[in-house]
């Protein structure tokens, strides 16, 4: 069964405590941070102390998504506020085992993210000491965007190479996921799916994460 990961960044934020207990209910398995910074991507949201606050709403792990430019600078921060799983770019300006090795000296699962046009291979080096690959499926920065099902085939590779050395990381995909696009999705090696949009403005969210969730 796909995990589900809902993404805050489609919430009413003006009651955000109470859409996490919401989606917690409905079925989420992790609750999806987008953290953006205006340099690393051209919007900005919230950031460690926005987390830290909302941490007591729920008990389910905290899938912390940095699209920010200096991830090695923040993951203390980010770490003490109670992230579970800490993603950052391979894009960013951050040297990428110096954080790798931050977040685990923190306790934390490491994820690592590409974008789009971002080729898969820069990964290998460092896919046996991760937890999770996040794979771009929309440009990062916004959401409500259109899925680009051509990303995919990432996780075909990612998959190959994973077999090929017994690596343990978990494939998620983020962006542009609804009861449609899953759909294709379902016939790809995945294990988590991020969702803002189509379940938060959904009428039955509980309806709509179980319809996301079952292969
Ligand atoms: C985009 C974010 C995504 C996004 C997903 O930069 O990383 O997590 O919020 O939202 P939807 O599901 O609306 O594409
Ligand atoms: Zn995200």
Redesign the pocket.
């Known amino acids: 069964m796909i995990k589900i990961s809902p993404?805050l960044?489609?919430c009413d934020f003006s009651k955000i405590g109470d859409e996490i207990k919401k989606v917690e209910t409905a079925g989420a398995d992790m609750i999806?941070l987008?953290v953006?910074d205006g340099h690393f991507?051209p919007?900005i949201t919230f950031g460690a102390c926005v987390i830290k606050s909302i941490r007591k709403c729920s008990s389910l792990p905290f899938d912390v998504?940095l699209?920010i430019s200096e991830p090695l600078k923040y993951v203390p921060n980010f770490a003490d506020a109670g992230a579970d799983i800490i993603t950052f770019h391979a894009e960013s300006n951050s040297d990428i085992i110096k954080t790798i090795s931050k977040i685990k000296e923190c306790g934390k699962k490491v994820g690592i993210?590409i974008k789009p046009k971002t080729d898969t291979k820069i990964l290998f080096p460092y896919l046996k000491y991760i937890d999770v690959v996040l794979i771009?499926?929309?440009?990062?920065?916004?959401?409500?965007?259109a899925?680009m099902k051509n990303q995919l085939q990432k996780a075909l590779i990612l998959k190959n190479e994973s077999q090929k050395n017994d690596f343990n990381f978990k494939i998620e995909l983020?962006?542009?996921?609804?009861t449609k696009t899953i759909e294709i999705i379902k016939n790809y090696p995945i294990d988590i799916c991020?969702?803002?949009?189509?379940?938060f403005k959904s009428e039955n969210m509980a309806s709509t994460i179980n319809k996301l969730k079952l292969r």
Do not use: K, W, Y
Not at 194 to 199: A, H, L, Q, R
């Open positions: 993404s960044l489609a999806h987008d953006m991507v919007n998504h699209m993210s771009m499926t929309v440009e990062p920065g916004f959401g409500g965007q899925f983020d962006g542009g996921i609804n991020v969702s803002g949009t189509c379940i």
